[in-house]
């Protein structure tokens, strides 16, 4: 299994994604609660910044695309893949293919 939860496909940011659509978003102040009406599992997102980039991703081209879309600054955006690539393996955002 891969970072993303598919065979043999790596998480890309290169790529589009969305939110997987058993999992609901509850914004908080700190960021936002999720729940996985799947897997039963609640996760947080521990910023605000990561949330809208979260919310993003179904309506561009690739992940990159929503962090510019966040103001997510260049200097801070490997942190926030690294945070997408794992909510990815969890299955809480999947890639789209759509796009």
């Known amino acids: 299994m891969s970072t ?7 998480f890309d940011p290169a790529r589009p994604y969305r939110l997987n659509p ?7 102040p700190f960021g936002a609660l999720l ?3 799947g897997t039963r599992r609640l996760s947080f997102l521990k910023t605000r910044t990561l949330l809208t980039v979260v919310q993003e991703l179904a309506g561009r081209p690739h992940v990159r695309a929503a962090l510019a879309a966040a103001d997510v600054p260049e200097s801070e955006r490997q ?3 690294s945070a997408l690539a ?3 393996s969890a299955g809480t955002i999947q890639r789209r293919t759509d796009g």
């Open 4 to 10: 993303d939860g598919s065979v043999g496909e790596p």
């Open 22 to 28: 058993a999992v609901a978003v509850r914004p908080e």
């Open 35 to 37: 729940y996985d009406y």
């Open 79 to 81: 942190h926030y893949e």
């Open 86 to 88: 794992g909510l990815a």
